[in-house]
């Protein structure tokens, strides 16, 4: 039966790292995955991670499975991260989280519980979005309606647009949203027009899915974590991926989480218990690894510390790469005034390129970046940013 299955094409951003790897150019430069990296182009383990982990090594008994729901200690620990302790949703018990792998995992449990149990169909999904989102969703099979989100010649968001089209949504449907530094264009909502969208949740019976995979990166945990604290306030009902794998540097352990905040108390136990109804088929239980490292930090006042210097510093090294960037495409032969870049937010910039230009990029001069211009800034270096504008200035 083999013989007649067709090949899979590359993934779009995971097949683009295969893609580098295979090439053998020296100057070559990888801006295609969202993974940080520092200035000699490492993604390193953070030092608290390897604090906690010594820790860990010491105190560790057992490998024996966690149950469905993952490290309880830890997804207690991760609710109060996201919604502040005294979250009004805690004190009244009305918010759930189970340990999830990583962000696509939190998806993919959330998408199968909304389709398979509560039998929500359609999803409203930015365009443009992070790919694996199309997929996922797909895959369930849900009804994918993709609402504008940006406007490519002035380099921002289109709220009007967005929400006109929102208008259009009817009760039971999912809206999918980025917390913040939206994957792939760096453009965020203002915290009047989240409220605006509350109340356009609230107004059409739709229930948001919040992907929460780069809190912290545009101005710290705490105020990035906001956007959840208020909609979480004032919407009867909301779910909420979140992912570890950046802001901890904890990649391959396929750390986060999934809640759900139902509308009263009454109804969460059964909510959970369907979410791990979903879990134990796709993946039985989640691993240890990260949910034991991530308690310990948080659970420790001066590793937390630690941890919040560690994320400043990688998102201010991002920030600092985006200015050279900019002052180094400053007299482009094209005239184009790249200054956007500096304010999109997060580790992605939407570079406005063409997929002519950036496949150029990558033929001659061995530039990666996704079809969509999406870069990851954080793989832009002191030592490749010159490159990396000579490139985009001949390719313009
Ligand atoms: C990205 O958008 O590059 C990251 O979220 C990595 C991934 O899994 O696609």
Redesign the pocket.
């Known amino acids: 039966m083999f013989e007649k299955t067709p090949l899979a094409p590359l ?1 779009p ?2 097949g683009l790292s295969t893609s580098y790897q295979q090439d053998t150019r020296s100057d070559k430069v990888n801006l ?4 940080y990296k520092n200035e000699q182009g490492i993604t390193p383990v953070l030092d608290v991670v390897k604090k906690a982990e010594s820790i860990l090594l010491k105190e560790e008994v057992s490998k024996s499975y966690l149950p469905i729901a993952g490290l309880s200690r830890y997804t207690d620990l991760v609710t109060n991260l996201l919604l502040g302790q005294d979250h009004a949703v805690i004190k009244a018990q009305r918010v759930g989280t189970i340990q999830v792998p990583g ?2 995992g939190g998806l993919r449990v959330a998408a199968d519980f909304l389709f398979h149990v509560l039998g929500a169909k359609r999803i409203w999904i930015s365009r443009p979005t ?3 989102h199309l997929a996922i969703f797909k895959t369930v099979g849900f009804d994918i309606v993709e609402y504008d989100y940006y406007d490519k010649a002035s380099h921002q968001l289109d709220f009007a647009k967005m929400k006109s089209q929102l208008q259009q949504a009817q009760s039971g449907d999912i809206l999918l949203l980025h917390t913040c530094c939206h ?2 264009t760096g453009a965020d909502l203002s915290l009047e027009q989240w409220s605006e969208l509350v109340d356009l949740c609230r107004a059409q019976q739709v229930t948001p899915l919040f992907d929460t ?1 780069y809190l912290g990166f545009h101005q710290g945990i705490e105020q990035d974590a906001q956007v959840l604290r208020m909609c979480a306030e004032k919407l009867p009902e909301m779910l909420i991926v979140n992912s570890f ?2 802001n901890f540097s904890l990649y391959n352990e396929r750390i986060g989480t999934l809640s759900v905040i139902t509308e009263s108390a009454d109804h969460l136990e059964a909510a959970l218990s369907q979410m791990k109804r979903m879990a134990r088929v796709l993946y039985s239980n989640p691993p240890a690894h990260g949910a034991l490292i991530v308690a310990q930090i948080l659970s420790d006042s001066a590793l937390c510390d630690m941890w919040h210097a560690e994320l400043k510093m990688m998102r201010e090294r991002i920030a600092s790469m985006r200015h050279l960037l900019v002052q180094a495409l400053a007299n482009n032969k094209a005239g184009i005034d790249f200054s956007f870049i500096e304010h999109q937010r997060g580790m ?1 910039s939407f570079s406005g390129l063409s997929v002519e230009q950036v496949t150029r990029l990558r033929d001659e001069f061995g530039i990666y970046m ?1 079809d969509s211009g999406r870069m ?1 800034v954080a793989g832009i270096s002191q030592s490749n940013v010159k490159y990396l504008a000579d490139a985009i200035n001949q390719v313009l």
């Open positions: 993934d951003i995971l295609g995955v969202g993974v962000g696509t992070w790919a694996n994957n792939p995979a794998s950046k992605f996704t990851s």
